[in-house]
């Protein structure tokens, strides 16, 4: 890695980036000691301008970004590091520091479609339909879809299996609708879930390890 350092006074800008959902999370700035204590440590520390000094992100509130990668770009002038967020990254509390939340994609927009048709009423719409014909009707479908999608597993038609797990997923949605829910909802249960099983003590010092390990090849 050949950063130039002098080329901006001694710090370089960083941008962290969340390593699983590409969402940009902050930008912060580095000199020399504190890009290597970042890889001596696999966890960010920045040079804070306001304070003169190294500052390991996460420091006082146990929010740290655990280095996964880091890149530097074509004029070797500004870093990339792709990090795994230990909690909301930004000191308001938020995901990111540029006022957004994490990218929800297009399943989400299917989902607010399926609202809409929903509370719309739409003529001739399968899945207003559906969702008048009750929970169990719905309950149904998914299990119906379900069955599907385990009996395409079994053979090799790729084109199908993802047919049968969108089937699957699309109705899906509908019955979180029967029951007033939505997919944050079930989102919020995942990441208790992984924040209970995967940022542990013991599962922090192993994960920093192996991208000491790793940094240290770099």
Request: with cysteine; proline share 2%; charged share 30%.
């Amino acid at each position: 890695m050949t950063i130039n350092f002098k080329k901006s006074g001694g710090l370089v800008p960083v941008i962290i980036q969340n390593t699983h959902t590409l969402q940009v999370l902050m930008l912060g700035y580095m000199n020399e000691e504190a890009l290597e204590k970042t890889k001596a440590e696999g966890r960010v520390t920045f040079f804070s301008r306001s304070q003169n000094r190294l500052w390991t992100k996460g420091e006082t509130s146990g929010n740290y970004l655990i280095v996964n990668e880091i890149r530097e770009d074509c004029d070797n002038d500004t870093l990339l590091i792709k990090a795994l967020p230990q909690g909301p990254t930004c000191h308001t509390g938020a995901t990111t520091c540029f006022s957004e939340e994490t990218p929800k994609g297009f399943i989400y927009e299917l989902e607010k479609v399926i609202e809409q048709r929903i509370e719309a009423k739409t003529e001739g719409s399968y899945t207003s339909r559906l969702f008048n014909s009750g929970v169990n009707k719905v309950a149904q479908k998914v299990g119906e879809e379900a069955v599907e999608l385990v009996i395409e597993a079994k053979d090799n038609n790729i084109d199908l299996f993802k047919n049968e797990a969108a089937d699957l997923l699309y109705h899906f949605l509908i019955l979180l609708k029967t029951k007033a829910l939505k997919l944050e909802d079930i989102e919020g249960v995942l990441k208790g879930r992984h924040k209970k099983e995967s940022f542990s003590d013991s599962g922090k010092k192993n994960h920093v390890c192996k991208i000491r390990d790793y940094l240290k090849q770099i």
